[in-house]
């Protein structure tokens, strides 16, 4: 839950915040509903291309985001618009600033001397099993050599989000304990509590979304913002709008998603 006062900003700044970054709050409460696998493993996906959670749960290992807070550190492999920047806002905010810092590699140029000191600089203050996060490490490539030397030395949990990675098959050997995992699609129970928080109706909104043929870009996370805002606006509208316009500017938001945060 969200705590009635802020600590900067008085009530209703801790929500801002955390909307600012794509996190959804209900009744000042936060609840991600995500799932990650094994890079390696397999899942299902449901009818419309959203992730069958009972189905999945069966034959893989399936690790909610309240595991991942306790891992020992990870690499998160996902698709542009999958929420990768999304899921390192709320590990962020689970765990605190004092005891986590996020590196949004794509909004800021570090030169891996300015890494290792920033790094640096928060390990010095902070408590023992700290997390530090590397969000979108594929748009800035020639920093993975520094990220591997810094994940070295062991002296906090660390997490990588990418869409893909030139040093994953050395990292693999250097790290074979840290976790290499992939973020699954959303489930229907995710997009049902979105558009509850939203109060638009999920079952007729999946009708509509399977009606268009729309599964695939529900679920992903900033896809499944777009339609259910189209949908919202104007439900009608929605059922009218052709599969193909709905598709193109669906992609056209994620690949602007994809090049300003991955």
């Given at each position: 839950k969200l705590s009635?006062?802020?600590?900067?900003?008085?009530?209703?700044?801790?929500?801002?915040?955390?909307?600012?970054?794509?996190?959804e709050v209900v009744n000042g409460k936060v609840d991600l509903k995500r799932y990650l696998y094994a890079y390696s493993g397999q899942i299902r996906l449901d009818r419309?291309?959203?992730?069958?959670?009972?189905?999945?749960?069966?034959?893989?290992?399936?690790?909610?985001?309240?595991?991942?807070?306790?891992?020992?550190?990870?690499?998160?492999?996902?698709?542009?618009?999958?929420?990768?920047?999304?899921?390192?806002?709320?590990?962020?905010?689970?765990?605190?600033?004092?005891?986590?810092?996020?590196?949004?590699?794509?909004d800021c140029q570090y030169s891996s001397t300015e890494l290792r000191e920033t790094v640096n600089a928060?390990?010095?203050?902070a408590p023992k099993g700290a997390v530090v996060i590397f969000d979108a490490l594929d748009e800035l490539d020639s920093l993975a050599e520094s990220?591997?030397?810094?994940?070295?030395?062991?002296?906090?949990?660390?997490?990588?989000?990418?869409?893909?990675?030139?040093?994953?098959?050395?990292?693999?050997?250097?790290?074979?304990?840290?976790?290499?995992?992939?973020?699954?699609?959303?489930?229907?129970?995710?997009?049902?509590?979105?558009?509850?928080?939203i109060e638009v109706d999920a079952e007729a909104f999946m009708r509509d979304v399977r009606r268009q043929g729309m599964g695939p870009l529900c679920a992903k996370p900033f896809g499944c913002r777009f339609l259910l805002q189209s949908y919202q606006s104007s439900p009608r509208d929605f059922s009218a709008v052709s599969a193909i316009a709905l598709w193109k500017e669906g992609i056209k938001q994620i690949?602007?998603?994809?090049d300003s945060c991955g």
């Open positions: 009635g006062e802020f600590a900067f900003g008085g009530a209703g700044a801790q929500q801002k915040l955390l909307e600012e970054d794509g996190i419309d291309g959203l992730f069958d959670e009972k189905y999945s749960s069966r034959y893989e290992k399936i690790i909610s985001d309240e595991e991942l807070l306790n891992a020992e550190g990870a690499i998160i492999v996902a698709e542009g618009g999958m929420g990768k920047t999304e899921l390192s806002a709320w590990m962020e905010y689970r765990l605190g600033k004092s005891s986590c810092l996020r590196l949004p590699l794509g928060f390990l010095n203050t990220v591997l030397l810094l994940m070295r030395d062991g002296s906090a949990r660390y997490f990588v989000m990418t869409r893909w990675w030139s040093q994953l098959d050395a990292f693999k050997e250097r790290f074979p304990a840290v976790k290499l995992l992939a973020l699954a699609p959303l489930s229907f129970s995710a997009v049902q509590s979105a558009a509850t928080g690949s602007e998603e994809q």
